[in-house]
């Protein structure tokens, strides 16, 4: 059975980079045609596809957060991650790592605060 787990610190000061660690069980981060997203939710706000790193290591990332947003990997653990630099209270949302669009961690919460 194929589980996702977030993992990073819960609170996180504005301008700082918000690091979130996934790690997958039951299924390969390198495997042919899979797809790692990040997606968050912010308070009172839809869902939001942040960027995507796919089974050979190709990453794509929303526009609007481009500049911003890094996903990478690490195969010997099977864990992807991601980082978000200059954060802000804006960036408070419960975060999401998901294989495809079907399989979803459990969340976690993010405040951006002082």
């Known amino acids: 059975q194929m589980q996702l787990q977030e993992s990073g610190p819960g609170l996180v000061k504005p301008s700082q980079t918000l690091s979130l660690t996934c790690t997958v069980s039951?299924?390969?981060?390198?495997?042919?045609?899979?797809?790692w997203s990040w997606i968050r939710q912010s308070p009172g706000k839809g869902l939001e596809w942040m960027g995507v790193i796919a089974g050979d290591g190709f990453t794509v990332y929303r526009p609007s957060l481009e500049s911003r947003t890094s996903i990478s990997r690490d195969t010997s653990k099977n864990q992807f991650s991601l980082q978000l630099t200059s954060v802000t209270p804006e960036d408070t949302a419960v975060y999401y790592c998901?294989?495809?669009?079907?399989?979803w961690g459990q969340g976690t919460q993010v405040t951006v605060s002082s």
């Open positions: 039951g299924d390969s981060i390198t495997a042919s045609g899979s797809t």
């Open positions: 998901v294989r495809g669009l079907t399989v």
